[in-house]
């Protein structure tokens, strides 16, 4: 009998050795370079750009409400002159103040500035509407007393006065009740 024996059957194992080539694994590079760090220190830039521009935005807004802060100020106080002059006759002028510097309260850029316009603001109110009531008294009849004149007319100076203290505050460096 013959019997017949197949070769031996042998397998040759080769070696896969891995090459290093820049591949992506799950959308990330395997290079070197700090993209995190690089979007931070982009994102930090344009927010300090940012801030800075709103910054000096907010000092221009500011020193546009000084300036016309101080316009109004001063045409205040030529008012006043023309309150003491003509009495009642300038009401409508002192309501056109009061109407503007109610505006720029609204709009002041802090509370300080906000707080110093409201106190103008209350006090050209005052004012106004104590040359109504002048107006009014010498309108209407019958005729007022020289008494109630001398009264309305000691009352709008006290008014004028106190105004006149809120938009001129005391000179630094003098004792009070000194000349100045």
């Known amino acids: 009998m013959v019997t017949t024996t197949a070769p031996p059957t042998t397998t040759a194992t080769t070696a896969i050795t891995?090459?290093?080539?820049?591949?992506?694994t799950g959308g990330e590079s395997s290079s070197s370079t700090?993209?995190?760090?690089?979007?931070?220190?982009?994102?930090?830039?344009a927010a300090l750009v940012i801030g800075l521009v709103l910054?000096?935005?907010?000092?221009?807004g500011a020193a546009e409400w000084g300036a016309k802060t101080a316009d109004l100020n001063r045409r205040t106080l030529v008012a006043l002159d023309d309150?003491?002059?003509?009495?009642?006759?300038?009401?409508?002028?002192?309501?056109?103040?009061?109407?503007?510097?109610?505006?720029?309260e609204t709009r002041a850029p802090d509370d300080p500035s906000r707080a110093a316009a409201a106190r103008v603001r209350e006090r050209l109110d005052e004012l106004a509407a104590t040359l109504q009531?002048?107006?009014t008294l010498r309108l209407g009849s019958p005729p007022p007393s020289e008494e109630q004149l001398s009264y309305s007319t000691a009352l709008i100076r006290q008014?004028?006065?106190?105004?006149?203290?809120?938009?001129?505050?005391?000179?630094?460096?003098q004792a009070p009740g000194?000349?100045?």
Do not use: K, M, N, Y
């Open 18 to 24: 891995p090459t290093t080539s820049p591949t992506t």
């Open 34 to 45: 700090p993209w995190g760090w690089i979007a931070l220190g982009l994102g930090l830039a």
């Open 55 to 60: 910054w000096r935005r907010h000092r221009a």
């Open 83 to 104: 309150v003491l002059a003509q009495g009642s006759v300038v009401t409508g002028q002192i309501d056109a103040l009061a109407a503007e510097v109610r505006s720029l």
């Open 133 to 135: 009531a002048d107006r």
């Open 159 to 173: 008014q004028v006065e106190q105004l006149q203290s809120v938009l001129r505050p005391p000179s630094t460096g």
């Open 178 to 180: 000194s000349a100045q």
